[in-house]
């Protein structure tokens, strides 16, 4: 199938072909059908995730189907769920020029903690067609009670960098936020994005949280090319920080138009980016960039790398996931990359293209990282990813889940357990744990029982 003839001449004005897994979950999409789209960093995936969504926005306003667009009201329509804010706000900015440029009538706008207060009353005042947010603000907007209200009228769910959430706490709370949307949103689905995964259906299970999720592969992508950096400073026995090869990567920065700098801890990146600058006769624009910043901070230098204006940054985990920034030519890994595919992410952030292929060097901390970061390179050679072990139900989370879930409306604790058991997660949880988690937040355990403060549920 090919796209309607707005969307091709959008296409063609920009020098595109739509690739086959574009096509795929749009054809998808309008069987009703929900996806996990696996393919390699600059494969069109964010794209190809919204499409669907724009086209049927555009073709039921278009055709003066869409009531709540005509009286001026706001009906949430597509929700986009990212691990990063930098990411969502990225996407966002992004998803301007095709609005834009096809004269679309479609409103998008994101949400995270960084957002102002009196915005993110009136997004749910008057939601927008495309919402980008992260897990915690979806959290959040579950637990208000105009929860039903809110997204009733949900048509799909987004989630961006799947992989990332599988298995971590994060990722369990998130299975249950899923499947709370899905008992509010009768007609969602639900697509998934994601890097390329050692087990491919393990990850569609995830996202099965109302009905079976088919798997799109996008086409491979160039063979990134990774070498060590060879400091002329002696290597050290111990330490994590890198120190030895800062004046390296300085002149590495030099001889490229952008780099991103990555590195493990936000305290490394403090030092290393001290170091940086210490050394920076030329006077080079170079950034910092970790979650420990202030939300200005952030911004600017978000904003100064998608204009072109820094030569580098120094970054943690904050920026190496989904983030499209054409001009990074370059990616520097200081110390080990604690893991293949984690490390297949961040190189992925440079030459953002399908066919073109990524530039990275990596700097050991010390001589055992030598070795960690040689059998990295041999992985990559092999294309063999790494994974995280399956983690077993996270009671913790379900406490937390529990409340915000009360918080919106009361809880039929039967019907309740059944949705927490859609998720992959919590798939066998016993119901003996369930209840005592359930009773745990509704008393506060034996060892608080008798502090009525601590009582966090009632019965109606």
Known sequence: MGLPDLFARWFESRGWTPRGHQLALVDLAQRGKSALLIAPTGGGKTLAGFLPSLIELTERRLAGRDLAHKQGKGELHTLYISPLKALATDIRRNLEAPLAEMQLPVRAESRTGDTPQSRRLRQRERPPDLLMTTPESL??????????RFFASLRCVIVDELHSFATSKRGHHLALCLARVASLAPHVRFVGLSATVSDPPALAEYLAVKDEVEIVHGEAGAQPHVVLIDAQERLPWGGHMGHHAVPEVYNIIRQHKTSIVFVNTRAQAELVFDRLWRINE???????HHGSLAVEQRRKVEAAMAAGKLRAVVATSSLDLGIDWGDVDLVIQMGAPKGVSRLMQRIGRA?????????????PANRFEVLESLAALEAIEARELDGDPPRPPCLDVLAQHIVGTACAQPIDRDAFFEEVRSTQPYRDLPRQDFDDTFDFVATGGYALAAYERWHRLKQL
């Open 351 to 363: 030459n953002h293209r399908l066919d073109e292929p990524s530039r990275a060097m990596i700097a």
């Open 139 to 148: 959290a959040l907007l579950l637990s208000y009670p105009d929860a039903l």
């Open 282 to 288: 030329d006077n080079l624009a170079i950034g910092l």
